[in-house]
């Protein structure tokens, strides 16, 4: 890298002019910068540090350990550049770091997203299952694919359990670049709020940037709806993408398809928290639902229709499947090519995942990740249909998290479910039980206004115990005539842990939903 570029990048001042003198392909005095980080733990010898200001401490404290471990330059605002005054190695001093970090990144590692097709997915909802839906018909078209979201970081057929659902800036160039070495040549993004505002995708420019809905969530970071519809619509700008498909089933949708800056393709589903408007007649393409998860999505200017399944239940399924099949035609992909790659199953962890199936022996039990209000009463709606029996969810709320949603979400399970287990998700720092509380007291104002369809809201207590007493009301024996009942386990779908009280503790939804079946089967426990 050389270093010239470096500083014309990030806006080159007389901090910066004297370190440009004598550097030429990123080689100054025998040293070769070849990597960034902002964790001074993981400095490797040759790597720019990023002093940043943090929520708690200066990044600049941890300066002289990453010296230590090899860093040859540190990139920092005036208070670190002021705390780092005759340090070893030379400090380069902007007003804002993280603004800078992306780009920075990028150029130490050889703009590595360029080479790649990047398809970016934001949203409140649908991300991770339209990311996988994107990636998996890539594959299928005979891509070599990487994919990065909440779940995990695929890099081809190797996994990586994810920290966040967007890296950090400096992480994901890396990992870009690593991509790019083994060969990837397609890369499926989920691209979070927190990331767009925190530049933590500063650098990539998306090939396709997805939108999915917009609901309530994140307000403890966003101080409103408007500010966190911001920072989505910022991904739609010909900053960050080229072009994009945006679902236009709520006003955020309209509102970001109006005043989009790339070349916008529009899908209406009919559905959504309004449905019916706007006419999907204005929308570029609409779907055509028919039986089974088969529909057509018809293009209104020509009249053509592709064909496609949805494998997932659930209308926001049709929608999540059919946002995947438009981001293929904006790729490029033949109507035919797109039809057979969607064809194919994909693996989504956690979303609509089925435990066990249902029947003579037991319930159908399902995890799936619904931790909004909105998709909670989403993912109860998909599974009524095809539920005989009773619907019971069992579902609680974050805390340190948006505590406005807690009640709404309590009420959105009151209207659909039969039965509501409340019980904790990960309540973090706070008492679980005031949480549960705030999650009770919405579900039983819909009893209380007559708008319920539950006839039970139960405190279930701790997560393990409010599964097992969920499956304990719903187990079917053999030669039992009563229908089948279904048990949903909504919030935390594919995690594999429970924080509390800053402690994470190994939990999964899926072996606590076995282990209660088997022991309710087993000690023969009845509905």
């Not at 594959?139 to 695929?154: D, N, P």
């Not at 981001?327 to 693996?347: F, H, I, K, S």
Request: charged residues 25%; glycine residues 10%; contains cysteine.
């Amino acid at each position: 890298m050389h270093l010239r570029d470096l500083t014309a990048r990030i806006g080159a001042s007389a901090e910066l002019d004297g370190l440009a003198d004598g550097l030429a392909d990123g080689v100054a005095d025998g040293v070769l910068v070849t990597g960034v980080t902002l964790d001074s733990r993981a400095v490797v010898p040759g790597d720019l540090y990023a002093a940043l200001p943090g929520f708690n401490v200066h990044g600049a404290r941890f300066a002289e350990d990453a010296v230590q471990a090899g860093a040859v330059a540190v990139l920092t605002d005036p208070e670190g550049g002021d705390r780092l005054a005759g340090c070893a190695v030379p400090v380069l001093v902007v007003d804002d770091p993280r603004a800078v970090l992306g780009d920075v990144a990028d150029l130490v590692y050889g703009h590595p997203s360029a080479d790649l097709t990047m398809v970016g997915i934001t949203g409140t909802n649908g991300k991770t299952t339209t990311a996988y839906l994107v990636e998996s018909a890539l594959r299928a078209l005979g891509r070599r694919t990487g994919l990065i979201g909440t779940v995990e970081t695929r890099i081809g057929d190797e996994r990586i359990e994810s920290v966040r659902t967007t890296p950090e800036a400096t992480d994901l160039h890396a990992l870009l670049g690593v991509m790019r070495e083994r060969g990837i040549d397609a890369c499926v993004m989920e691209v979070s709020s927190h990331a767009l505002e925190l530049h933590r995708v500063d650098g990539v420019v998306y090939d396709v940037a997805l939108f999915t809905n917009l609901s309530q969530d994140h307000l403890d970071f966003h101080d409103s709806m408007d500010d966190y519809f911001a920072a989505k619509a910022s991904l739609f700008t010909a900053r960050r993408a080229r072009a994009a498909v945006v679902c236009v089933d709520d006003a955020w949708g309209r509102r970001l398809a109006e005043q989009s800056g790339v070349p916008t393709t529009t899908l209406a589903t009919g559905s959504g928290p309004e449905a019916g408007t706007p006419d999907p007649a204005d929308a570029d393409w609409t779907v055509e639902e028919s039986s089974g998860g088969a529909f057509h999505l018809r293009e209104r200017a020509t009249g053509a229709a592709l064909a496609l399944v949805s494998h997932l239940p659930g209308h926001f399924n049709v929608a999540n499947t059919a946002l995947a099949a438009l981001a293929l035609l904006r790729l490029g992909v033949e109507p035919a090519d797109v039809e057979a790659a969607m064809a194919v199953q994909p693996d989504v962890p956690g979303r609509m995942e089925v435990v066990a199936p249902g029947g003579p022996d037991g319930p159908r039990c399902i995890v799936d990740f619904a931790h909004t209000p909105d998709a909670v009463d989403a993912a109860l709606s998909a599974l009524r249909s095809s539920t005989e029996g009773r619907l019971i969810a069992v579902l609680g709320a974050g805390g340190d998290r948006d505590r406005g949603k807690r009640p709404a979400m309590g009420a959105a399970a009151a209207r659909r479910a039969d039965v509501v287990v409340v019980t904790d998700d990960n309540p973090r720092s706070e008492d679980p039980a005031e949480i549960r509380a705030a999650v009770v007291e919405g579900a039983q104002q819909v009893v209380r206004d007559g708008g319920a369809r539950a006839t039970e809201i139960i405190d279930g207590g701790t997560r393990a115990s409010a599964i097992a007493e969920a499956i304990a009301l719903a187990v079917v024996h053999s030669g039992d005539d009563r229908p089948v009942d279904t048990v949903v386990v909504l919030g935390k779908g594919h995690e594999k842990g429970q924080e509390i009280h800053g402690v994470k503790h190994p939990f999964d939804d899926r072996d606590a939903v076995r282990a209660a079946l088997a022991a309710a089967t087993s000690s023969g426990v009845t509905a």
